[in-house]
């Protein structure tokens, strides 16, 4: 029917349960520094490099305002041909121009993809973090009772049918001596 219980070690237990300790000490705040770089990523985009890369949309349409001025200065003016410099200086303007509106165009679709392509993973991090803060807490609460409890149930001396002072598994009781022997 019902054997007693085994306990080889309640050592691994105890070992075990310093071991989930350890581990949620350092998983839990390796979690809250990765959802403090979401959110860091999240407002880098949506402040940092939006607003840089309008910066640079103004400040290289400036360029190009004044490069296209100059070029077409020279086109108009009859005494000279415009030189290949101006034209250099213009067509760089353009790319440069052309290059910032990519940027930010890919910026401002970042912002737009961000929580959908983040929220996922940023759900699954809230059920790690959960996990840690409530059911690991309750793991290792629970292997510290249990460990106690194997304690205890190891110290409880087993009834015996044996006579006081006989050690368990001992089959010659203790012998008398002194006055009252025989």
């Not at 440069?96 to 392509?117: C, H, M, T």
Request: without cysteine; charged residues 30%.
């Amino acid at each position: 029917m019902a054997q007693g219980a085994r306990v080889s070690s309640v050592e691994a237990l105890e070992a075990f349960r310093a071991t989930l300790i350890v581990y949620q000490s350092k998983a839990r705040p390796t979690l809250e520094e990765v959802s403090g770089d979401v959110l860091r990523m999240k407002l880098w985009l949506e402040n940092d490099q939006r607003m840089f890369w309008e910066g640079q949309v103004k400040r290289r349409l400036k360029a190009l305002e004044q490069a296209q001025a100059a070029l077409f200065s020279a086109r108009i003016s009859n005494l000279r041909e415009e030189s290949s410099a101006e034209q250099v200086a213009y067509h760089r303007a353009r790319r440069a121009l052309d290059e910032a509106e990519d940027k930010l165009r890919v910026v401002k679709r970042w912002n737009r993809e961000f929580d959908s392509r983040a929220q996922p993973l940023v759900k699954q991090m809230e059920k790690l973090h959960t996990f840690l803060a409530h059911d690991v807490l309750q793991a290792i609460n629970y292997l510290g009772q249990a460990a106690e409890t194997l304690h205890a149930y190891a110290d409880v001396k087993r009834p015996s049918s044996e006579p006081a002072g006989a050690a368990p598994g001992d089959s010659n009781p203790p012998e008398k001596t002194g006055p009252g022997a025989s």
